[in-house]
């Protein structure tokens, strides 16, 4: 075959790693080991370039360990639990498990034609009874253990879809799907105490030396450790039981500003208020339709209502401060109350300002004038500023040690205690929707809340339900909630609620070691796979996918299906950047945007009409933008093997890349140009000339490329491996030395493009598969320079140079330079003003 022809070559050869069982995982105590994992998919149907990047990077590490003699864990699974399938019920009249499972086919096939290097014989699906039913057993641990509770919260809940939603739910104050206004309200949940960790949590990022830095800071902030003062407000006439306002705050420092306390809507003294006072009932019911995530809260404007009630500042009875209810405070952090500092906060100076409250300053800029301010003035705290009305006069400090003084002067004084508190709440878990998993509980009017028995599991969602209706399928079940008390064997009830798909995938990692136990692991699988050795995935994930994974794998080694080692379940982690493709976009009569596809764009016009596109540059790949480009398209056009080595080519792994139609050309000439070369090498016969310089430029594209793959630079690698096909294709050696250096190429290129690679290899004579080709190892002393290329300028000017041994003395240099046929052209008979030679670097005449 002349040709490259991926169409042909590639399928070929997936049939046959797939007929040895090539990457079939086998635990070998006498071999080491590596976990590779890449986040698995939520199962939509079709793959995009973003899906290619990211498996094609792990799958790059997983050839190459295997190379390497490491026994390989590669496996893939399906993120499928989620309200997308639900949505997809309603709209396209089927059940979400049918929908589920016809996507998971699918995008199976693609996954299949990109040659990854996967274990499919430890595939799973989160819907799956068998992988849920685990899940339920371990919940069922998890209450024994006292890290499961039920309590009253509040929570986002959408009015129209019937259902909690997540913070990552509520876009502008609305459901994702439905549109609709969401509302707080207070509902009984399941939490996973999480909170519990969150020291722990916080100290073991230190020893996480192969996590990206900004992910372990991105994880530090959302546990958010902080020192404070825990202390309380005397109110004045307030209702029975409502004497004191407990706060808690990170600025006590800035206590001699305070100008207001306000109290969050369901804050137990507004509620007592609000019964007796139609106006705050009003207000309070307005603020509960906000969503309750941070940023929902900061964008919102800022209101408050004044209950008339004051209380005592604790520095002095007759300074009393206004009580108001107000919207930016949610009960869930901290005590649900706060006090007011505008000067130094921008929430509270909106809302002073908004309702004509004190603005006093505790602390200016060291060289500051003594002026109103426009906004508030929030220095970090490590910055040294004036303090005017701090607590050691007007001594210039930092936040930190002003708010060390101020624990101290509270605490010395009574009024309060020095308390170390953590931003990370308790996870909240339940869903009130179908698909996802049952929460294995039971409500029993004489046992209560009992755990379902481990023998009655897994407790399977039923089938027959419809979604005519919004709301939870399960609620209005006919029989499916109808069961037997556990313990007392009376009749009780189900719980409908569903779990979180997040905790699905906080513990697939660990199920993957062993797919087909009966228990939620095999011990001696989980000690032998663990940890995963390299995790990749989307920063999009960094908070709270893998902050979920490390509490569960603690909670699963507390339950014994663990092993100690596991409390950390990743020991090296890399965050991919995104593939982008620019947006063509025209105008229609009334200015809006109109998109197009990338393949109806050519030359920067519509192709059907000539009409000129507008071009955004580097855009997120986005189906509403149409700048999409289909990897099955790609794959049929050039061959998986081009795509692949596109994605890892044109940029750092870590950043995004542009996906380009003259990118992929590019990738597909030079892949049929090192086919054609080893075509030509496949031939050649006779001697040559040049061995030992390719046979040198050989070991250097082994030891490159290695460091490359090891170093996850996997652009550096291919830009070497471009380098060591120009040196092969101009080399002058022998056929024997081109037939060795092409069959180096071909291992060093099979983790990017295994298709061709194990083409090249079976017709170049290499024995058995190029996947289980042992990884070739640099010769170090064919690393070792013995010349160097010297230039030689003349007056300043290159005209030439000279190759020279290393060692060469000077003398030596000399004579060779002036032989030189620039040289003794330059210099007609004479001799130089001048002869300067700087070793192993430059030889400079001066005529």
């Known amino acids: 075959m002349s040709r490259f022809e991926p169409r042909e070559i590639e399928p070929k050869w997936q049939s046959a790693w797939e007929e040895a069982g090539t990457f079939t995982a086998v635990r070998d105590e006498a071999k080491p080991k590596y976990y590779v994992l890449e986040m698995f998919p939520y199962p939509s149907g079709n793959l995009h370039m973003g899906h290619v990047r990211n498996y094609t990077m792990g799958d790059v590490v997983a050839r190459y360990k295997a190379s390497k003699g490491f026994s390989v864990l590669h496996p893939m699974g399906w993120d499928a639990f989620g309200l997308p399938a639900e949505n997809a019920a309603m709209d396209k009249n089927i059940h979400p498990g ?183 009932a009003a207000f309070c019911a307005e603020c509960r339709k906000m969503g309750t995530s941070e940023e929902e809260m900061e964008k919102a404007e800022k209101k408050g209502f004044d209950t008339g009630l004051r209380v005592r500042h604790p520095f002095d009875t007759a300074w009393e401060l206004p009580i108001y209810v107000a919207n930016f405070i949610l009960m869930d952090y901290g005590t649900g109350a706060i006090f007011g500092c505008p000067a130094h906060d921008q929430r509270d100076f909106e809302f002073a300002t908004k309702y004509d409250l004190p603005i006093n300053a505790v602390f200016t800029e060291t060289d500051a004038e003594d002026a109103p301010l426009a906004e508030a003035f929030v220095p970090a705290k490590t910055e040294a500023v004036k303090f005017v009305r701090g607590f050691a006069g007007e001594d210039v400090q930092t936040g930190e040690q002003a708010i060390d003084a101020a624990v101290d002067f509270c605490e010395s004084n009574g009024i309060g205690q020095g308390v170390t508190k953590f931003r990370l709440r308790d996870w909240g878990l339940s869903r009130q929707r179908y698909w996802g998993c049952p929460i294995p509980v039971i409500h029993c009017d004489d046992c209560g809340v009992v755990a379902e028995k481990k023998e009655n599991l897994p407790v399977k969602l039923p089938d027959d339900v419809n979604f005519d209706k919004p709301g939870n399928p399960l609620d209005r079940h006919p029989t499916w909630r109808n069961c037997e008390c556990p313990k007392c064997g009376k009749p009780a009830l189900r719980e409908t609620d569903t779990m979180d798909t997040f905790v699905d995938s906080s513990w697939y990692f660990a199920r993957f070691t062993s797919p087909g136990c009966a228990t939620p692991t095999d011990a001696t699988e989980a000690e032998y796979w663990m940890n995963v050795d390299q995790y990749i995935g989307g920063v999009e994930h960094a908070i709270l996918h893998l902050l979920y994974s490390r509490f569960f794998a603690r909670a699963m080694q507390i339950c014994g299906h663990l092993p100690p080692k596991a409390v950390e379940p990743f020991d090296a982690l890399f965050t991919q950047g995104m593939v982008t493709h620019e947006i063509y976009q025209t105008r229609d009569e009334n200015n809006r945007p109109v998109y197009h596809l990338p393949t109806d764009v050519e030359d920067g016009k519509l192709k059907a009409t000539g009409e000129a596109v507008e071009i955004i540059p580097s855009a997120k790949m986005s189906k509403s933008k149409k700048n999409v480009v289909d990897p099955v398209s790609i794959v049929s056009t050039y061959g998986a093997d081009t795509a692949r080595w596109f994605v890892l080519s044109d940029s750092p792994p870590e950043r995004d890349v542009e996906w380009t139609a003259a990118g992929a050309e590019a990738s597909y000439k030079h892949l049929s140009r090192v086919w054609r070369v080893a075509n030509d090498i496949a031939t050649a016969e006779g001697e040559g000339t040049g061995d030992d310089d390719l046979l040198r430029a050989m070991h250097k594209a082994i030891h490159d490329v290695t460091m490359g793959i090891e170093s996850f630079g996997f652009n550096t690698s291919v830009a070497k491996l471009y380098g060591y096909a120009n040196a092969l294709q101009k080399s002058k050696a022998g056929a024997a030395t081109k037939r060795q250096a092409m069959m180096v190429m071909a291992q060093l290129m099979s983790p990017m493009t295994p298709h061709l690679s194990e083409e090249i290899w079976a017709l170049l004579g290499g024995e058995g598969l190029i996947a289980n080709a042992p990884w070739p190892i640099a010769d170090e002393a064919m690393l070792v320079e013995d010349t160097v290329t010297m230039p030689i300028q003349i007056n300043g000017k290159r005209k030439s140079e000279v190759s020279i041994p290393k060692d060469m003395p000077k003398e030596e240099v000399e004579k060779l330079a002036l032989a030189d046929d620039a040289v003794v052209k330059a210099l007609n008979g004479g001799a130089p003003k001048k002869l300067i030679v700087v070793p192993g670097r430059i030889i400079n005449v001066v005529i």
Not at 192 to 213: M, Q, R, T, V, Y
Not at 221 to 227: A, V
Not at 240 to 257: H, Q
Request: charged share 25%; with cysteine; aromatic share 12%.
């Open 98 to 280: 049918a929908w589920t499972y016809q996507n998971i086919e699918s995008m199976k096939s693609q996954f299949a034609a990109l040659g990854l290097s996967l274990d499919w014989s430890r595939e799973f699906a989160t819907c799956d009874p068998e992988y849920y039913g685990q899940q339920q057993s371990m919940f069922i641990d998890f209450m024994e253990k006292g890290l499961v509770y039920r309590k009253n919260a509040v929570v986002n809940w959408d009015p129209v879809d019937m259902t909690v939603l997540a913070n990552e739910q509520v876009e502008d104050g609305k459901g994702w799907r439905s549109g609709a206004p969401v509302e707080r309200r207070e509902l009984t949940q399941w939490f996973f105490k999480i909170s519990d960790f969150s020291e722990e949590l916080l100290e073991a990022l230190d020893g996480l030396d192969n996590w990206p830095d900004k992910v372990k800071l991105m994880q530090r902030n959302w546990i958010g450790k902080s020192r404070g003062l825990q202390f309380a407000f005397s109110t004045i006439d307030a209702p029975e039981g409502f004497d004191r306002i407990e706060v808690y705050t990170t600025r006590p420092d800035t206590l001699n500003g305070a100008s207001f306390v306000g109290i969050s809507p369901d804050h137990p003294l507004a509620k007592a208020l609000e019964k007796d006072n139609p106006e705050l």
